[in-house]
């Protein structure tokens, strides 16, 4: 029954004003907090005609990263904290900030990391498109302050990325986005637990557009991003949204098995008239057995991977669809026998 706390001088805020939620995960960011807040909430000063909630997501910080979120609290009310009971890695904190969000009815999410790698300026650049229309605005870089290593071995895995998935994930993006409601709503659905944020975004659908920007270097720290870390999230990028792996062997099992017939049929064409002098040894036959069966078992090892692999998409319980819009009972039309 209370009013929504206004403060004086300002437009009153209330559940008519829209309201946009940025999702910032936050690990072992105890140098970049203070630093971070202030560029955001520059950035974000200039739409007062917004209502906007910073959901901080504690990612199980070592540092004192988390008693510097409940000082920015505490001085802003808009700074919410969900404070992880440990380390649960970034795709997940971020899952749980999208979750919040779409709790709390933000009307738009942006995600994006707390180092200030991703401009808060770009961010309002991703409000503007929104308010034009467009549903999904992810960030696209254009160029990279990474090491040589991160650069190519980030090429490699988008380039393989995209040969093997049906969703169009697109290159040179990471988690730093903007999402519409309707987005957030059907990203919510996805419940699998390796999950890898950016390819569920681009599987969900609905108008998705870039917005190219200048990577820049971390402000302060290291990455957290440990080799082992950023091998895993290839993976669970990989595995989660292609089960070509499982069919490797089933390919490589028709290939060996059929070269093996070929040569089976040579060798003993060789020795019933040895056409072309060769003398074919002792050890031709067998050694054909052994490829012949080499290959019979690929092919075997290809259809059990084969049922694993639907066995683990239907595991995962991936929503079916996503509906865009659903218009019904306009009066009228014969909607209504539908
Ligand atoms: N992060 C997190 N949990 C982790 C690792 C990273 O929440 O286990 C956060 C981190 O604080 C940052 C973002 O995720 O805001 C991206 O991490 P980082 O900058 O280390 O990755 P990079 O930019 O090097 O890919
Ligand atoms: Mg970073």
């Known amino acids: ?66 008693a510097r979120l409940r000082r920015l609290r505490a001085a802003d009310p808009r700074v919410t904290i969900i404070a992880f009971s440990r380390n649960f890695g970034h795709q997940i904190a971020v899952t749980a900030g999208i979750d919040l969000a779409a709790q709390v009815g933000a009307d738009a999410v942006i995600v994006m990391d707390t180092d200030l790698q991703d401009p808060p300026a770009l961010s309002l650049r991703m409000i503007e498109l929104w308010e034009q229309g467009v549903q999904v605005v992810y960030a696209q870089r254009h160029h990279r302050q990474d090491t040589v290593f991160k650069r190519t071995t980030a090429k490699a895995f988008y380039y393989l990325l995209d040969k093997v998935t049906e969703a169009r994930i697109p290159r040179d993006v990471g988690d730093f986005r903007l999402m519409d409601r309707d987005v957030v709503a059907e990203v919510v659905k996805y419940r699998e637990h390796s999950r890898f944020v950016r390819g569920i975004v681009a599987n969900v659908g609905f108008r998705q557009e870039p917005l190219e920007f200048d990577r820049d270097a971390r402000h302060a720290g290291r990455t957290h991003y440990s080799l082992g870390k950023m091998l895993r999230l290839a993976s669970d990028g990989l595995f989660s949204f292609s089960t070509l792996p499982l069919q490797i062997a089933n390919v490589l099992g028709v290939v060996v098995a059929a070269v093996s017939v070929l040569v089976g049929l040579f060798t003993v064409v060789a020795y019933a008239f040895d056409p072309l002098g060769l003398h074919p040894p002792g050890w031709a036959l067998p050694a054909v057995g052994i490829f012949f069966l080499g290959g019979v078992q690929l092919l075997m090892i290809g259809m059990v991977g084969a049922y694993v692999g639907r066995t683990y998409l239907e595991v995962l319980d991936r929503p079916l669809y996503s509906v865009a819009r659903l218009e019904r009972g306009v009066p009228g039309a014969h909607d209504e026998d539908a």
Do not use: C, H
């Open 1 to 66: 029954m209370s009013p929504s706390p206004t403060e004086p001088g300002q437009a009153p805020r209330g559940p008519d004003r829209t309201k946009i939620a940025y999702v910032l995960p936050t690990y072992n960011e105890g140098e970049n907090v203070e630093a971070f807040y202030d560029v955001l909430a520059g950035a974000v000063a200039e739409r007062e005609d917004l209502d906007f909630e910073l959901i901080y997501i504690d990612d199980g910080s070592g540092d004192d990263s988390l």
